[in-house]
């Protein structure tokens, strides 16, 4: 135990060089709190984010099965899901393998199952489907994502309105590190982390998105600039990132909404908002004035020193990632522009598949119009705004 104790303690010394997180002449010792009127942040607080976190995800299931799942029944949104299809061993083993086996596979398989390869065909296409979520079930996780950024965004904007560096970003520089954390600024920083580490874990179990990889390394990297930023004292940027952020997020959740609602011209008026809104913040205001606030103004007033520059890294990252969502939101547009009668859809979760059959059990394939459609809608995503 001493050995481990002693290790650990290494370990901790050298994790938190204050050479590395500190600029030069401030030490840990200036975040020790000896006064009820400044409050500097410590790493122990980030014990709340466990809290925050686990109280969120059971609100989320509360407020998914009790308020959003009555109100898509209202509005007619069914529960159902897609049929199952027969059981079968010898294709449930290959579709372990390969979910859209090419010709030749269906061709084996159909000897081996004496099945028509339409019949084969059909098969793995219900088995795709029993793997995609019910509307309800998309509809209600949406419908708890619009509720938290909603809130969120308001009391951000309510919390930041009169501090100094909400309108001038140079406050959040000068005086450092003695920034007083007031309760309210306090809980604004946890809640956001424990939504965004809840976020991070149960995407692995809500609906799977086609951007599923970008998506975990935007919170992971979302994550560590909260957490280290609490821990540096540098919470008055961290909340200029968190408002700008939260300001788009809803937007495409009231977008996915109205489309599972079927309010189809509802949704197009939403997903424009959604995507100048995106444009506004996360492309300008987000590299204009925060960005350019770590990179210039941050070194003339506090001083160079290395963790400056991996958090520079990260907003980087996350700067990228905007630039890549908002390239598939253009494409979107672009597309329902200029093919009349298409409809924004939100396909980073797949679409359920036609296996409709004809009065001899076989797959009746899509006319070419539902074929056209289908191929637009599949080779197309549409972002969810996040973090």
């Known amino acids: 135990m001493a050995f481990l104790r002693e290790a650990f303690q290494a370990f901790h010394a050298y994790f938190w060089d204050e050479k590395f997180w500190l600029p030069e002449k401030i030490s840990w010792k200036d975040f020790e709190n000896h006064s009820d009127d400044l409050y500097h942040p410590?790493?122990?607080?980030?014990?709340?984010?466990i809290l925050c976190g686990c109280l969120l995800f059971a609100v989320r299931k509360l407020y998914e099965r009790h308020i959003a799942a009555p109100i898509g029944r209202y509005f007619g949104i069914r529960n159902t899901l897609p049929r199952k299809p027969p059981p079968n061993p010898v294709l449930e083993n290959a579709f372990k393998c390969h979910k859209f086996p090419e010709n030749d596979k269906i061709q084996s398989l159909s000897k081996q199952t004496d099945l028509s390869t339409r019949k084969v065909e059909r098969w793995f296409r219900m088995r795709r489907n029993q793997d995609r979520p019910s509307f309800m079930k998309r509809f209600t996780e949406a419908a708890w994502r619009f509720t938290f950024y909603f809130s969120v965004f308001v009391y951000g904007v309510v919390v930041l309105w009169d501090k100094p560096w909400f309108v001038d970003s140079t406050h959040c520089w000068v005086g450092y590190p003695h920034h007083h954390?007031?309760?309210?600024?306090?809980?604004?920083?946890?809640?956001?982390?424990?939504?965004?580490s809840s976020l991070m874990f149960s995407q692995f179990i809500d609906v799977r998105r086609k951007d599923f990889w970008e998506m975990f390394t935007h919170h992971v990297a979302t994550m560590l600039l909260l957490c280290f930023s609490w821990c540096g004292n540098f919470v008055r940027v961290g909340t200029l990132v968190l408002v700008i952020h939260d300001a788009v997020d809803f937007w495409m959740e009231a977008a996915k909404m109205a489309k599972y609602l079927k309010a189809q011209r509802l949704c197009d008026v939403l997903f424009a908002i959604f995507g100048i809104v995106w444009f506004v913040t996360r492309l300008v205001i987000f590299p204009v004035r925060v960005i350019y606030s770590t990179y210039f103004e941050l070194p003339v007033i506090v001083g160079y020193f290395p963790a400056m520059y991996m958090f520079n890294a990260m907003l980087?990252?996350?700067?990228?990632?905007?630039?890549?969502?908002?390239?598939?939101?253009?494409?979107?547009?672009?597309?329902?522009?200029?093919?009349?009668?298409?409809?924004?859809?939100?396909?980073?979760?797949?679409?359920?598949?036609?296996?409709s059959e004809d009065e001899n059990g076989h797959a009746v394939q899509?006319?070419?119009?539902?074929?056209?459609?289908?191929?637009h809608n599949h080779n197309h995503n549409k972002v969810k705004a996040v973090s």
């Open 42 to 49: 410590v790493v122990s607080d980030l014990k709340y984010v």
């Open 181 to 196: 954390i007031p309760p309210a600024i306090f809980w604004y920083y946890m809640i956001e982390i424990g939504f965004y």
């Open 316 to 355: 980087c990252l996350l700067l990228v990632l905007h630039a890549y969502w908002f390239s598939l939101i253009v494409k979107v547009t672009y597309d329902v522009l200029t093919n009349s009668g298409e409809e924004v859809t939100d396909i980073r979760s797949s679409e359920e598949e036609n296996v």
């Open 366 to 375: 899509p006319n070419n119009n539902h074929n056209h459609n289908h191929n």
